[in-house]
């Protein structure tokens, strides 16, 4: 019998107790042991619910229980989390997570930390839900040089966009239903103001690397700023917007940024739409490679988690390494990026005094008191500003190729 302990009867928590009931012969099969949740720990009771019987509200019960292999934190949240996983840990028992906040920013000390006791730390989903991506990257995707990951990475935003861009919805109203489906942070900031897109890019480049990225070292935009009238522009050239993670090595340098983009005809991301997730990479000798799935939601995140739960069984919850040092990657300067990029600006038919600045530019059908287009050549968002200096600019979308 291999018992854990779930920390956090949440969205995910309650996922990973239904995975782990309703599925425990698949788990047996690839573990070689009957897998068994002994405690769950929540702030809440739980009346009437069968978790019950196991439920504590003391860490320290868990943390004294030898018979105690694993612990599952999915509470979320920096604090008590990494003070929990760090407990467990230092008694000998190996975690794994869904909490990218934490991953993200301690990563790689806890690794290390889980190293020094020989017992594992794993955390597939703190990066795309459901998707395999973090075991892809340390255990499949090894022999290459990746220099490239374009992702979307954030499963609430990317079902608002969708949901924005196919029914007539506002901002509040998508993110209400994204929030009910049990799909957005806590703090739903996180997600429309792309902190947490952020936090999984920074994760997935930190892996490449081999060595810390650091999440507030990333440029970082949301989609707070994207309206009905974007949207509308947006259908109207079939060119889907999208909240894109992005990672680029060049000359030895790392760059890294999180933004809203227009997606062109060919882009490998451009059909991926509501909850679903999709992170693609480049490799030197593998060319592009793409993973697809659901990136929020209970069960889906709860596999994902639950999976580690098997590895950790499978390797008799000795430490898997997972190179991640802690010596800072310096980024390089994204203000240096260039992209083509979609412009709105104030006032109604401008287009032949743009056309002299922006030389085969594609103007969109206007709408009402403003002039829209998509530029032709690629711009940084400094050049971009300056050639638009004395227009009131209502929004400026990158383009992604
Ligand atoms: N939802 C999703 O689709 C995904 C979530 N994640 C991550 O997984 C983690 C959990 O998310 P989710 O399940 O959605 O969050 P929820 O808020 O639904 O669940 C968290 C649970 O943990 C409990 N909790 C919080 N603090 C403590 C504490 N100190 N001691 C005991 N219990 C505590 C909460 O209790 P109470 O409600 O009483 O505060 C709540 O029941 C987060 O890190 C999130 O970012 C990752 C991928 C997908
Ligand atoms: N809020 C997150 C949950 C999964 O990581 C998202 O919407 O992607």
Redesign the pocket.
Known sequence: MFNVAV???????SGVVKVINDNNQVLKKFSGEEINVKYV????DFPGDPVEKILVHD?EAILADDDVKCVVE????VE?ANKFVRQAIEKGKSVCT?????VARYGAEILQLAKDNNVAFLFE??VG?GIPVIRSINESLTADNFDSIAGILN?TTNYMLTKMSNEDLTFDEVLKDAQDK??A??NPEADVEGY?ACRKIAILTSLICGQQVDFEDISTEGITGITKQDIYYSKKLGLPIKLLGLMKKENDKVYAMVAPFMLENDHCLRNVDGVYNAVSLHGDMLGDVMLYGQG???LP?ASAVVSDVVEIAKNNSKNIPIKWAKEKVALGDITTFKARYFVRVEGEGQSDKLRKTFENACFAPQLTGETAFVTATAFSEKEIKEKLDGYSVLNLIRIAE
């Open positions: 920390l956090g009867y949440g969205t995910v928590g720990l929540d702030l809440r860490y999915v509470m979320g949240g008590p869904s909490n990218k906040e934490l989903a703190s839900g499963g049990g799909y942070e806590r947490d929020a939601g209970s995140t």
